[in-house]
């Protein structure tokens, strides 16, 4: 939902401006929406923190156990399951009638198209966008703090490398396949470094997005 700076000033000040944050896992969508949320009064609604709350998960490590890696006897059908989920939670944020940040899990781009086009209808949606230089920030924390994660069509298994070698090896495809479908899907990008630079203050975060439209 593209919004013109008037439109944006508007729905801000009647307390209806969504904002839906997409990108790869560990990009910072949950750190910049805590801040927003922090200055603002805006509502942070948490879609990784509401699946595991769904289904009865201690922690994001213990739903990334239970996921497993896309060479796991039955991981095809959990990664369904999750989706499925996915999309009935990210599409009930649209019900809450408040200033909100939409704080979308990395997978958001492979739920179905109904929920998808609930996000467009409904929400402002901004792509953190990780650079050249994170990649290895990005594989890093993959590994240090698992997440339950989608991967689509970007595994590929090679027979003669170990197992975590052949998920290592297709993890910066997983990542170059997902940075084309969230700029298609989005409404602004911005690079992570921007927000994350120290001299950001938190209350600049929402006029650095509205000087982007």
């Known amino acids: 939902m593209l919004l013109s700076g008037t439109e944006f000033d508007a729905r801000l000040a009647s307390g209806d401006l969504s904002i839906a944050l997409i990108g790869m896992s560990n990009i910072g969508k949950s750190y910049t929406a805590r801040r927003i949320a922090k200055t603002n009064s805006f ?3 948490d879609v990784d923190v509401r ?8 922690s994001m490590e213990a739903m990334a156990k239970w ?6 006897d039955g991981y095809a059908q959990r990664a369904t399951a999750y ?6 939670l990210t599409s009930a944020a649209s019900q809450t009638g408040d200033n909100q940040i939409l704080d979308t899990t990395g997978s958001v781009i492979h739920i179905p198209d109904d929920a998808i086009k609930s996000i467009k209808d409904n929400h402002l949606i901004i792509y953190i966008k990780a650079e050249i ?5 990005l594989i890093k924390r993959y590994f240090e703090h698992p997440k339950p994660t989608i991967w689509g069509d970007s595994f590929h298994h090679r027979p003669e490398l170990p197992k975590q070698e052949n998920v290592l090896n297709c993890y910066p495809d997983l990542l170059k396949t997902r940075a084309a479908l969230y700029a298609a899907f989005a409404d602004i990008t911005i690079e992570a470094k921007n927000l994350l630079n120290p001299s950001l203050a938190d ?5 650095m997005f509205r000087s982007l439209l």
């Open 51 to 58: 699946i595991q709350k769904k289904m009865g998960n201690p």
């Open 43 to 45: 509502a942070h609604y």
């Open 83 to 88: 989706l499925a989920l996915e999309a009935e």
């Open 203 to 207: 209350t600049d975060i929402l006029p």
């Open 67 to 72: 996921m497993g890696q896309p060479y796991a």
């Open 133 to 137: 230089a994170d990649i290895d920030m």
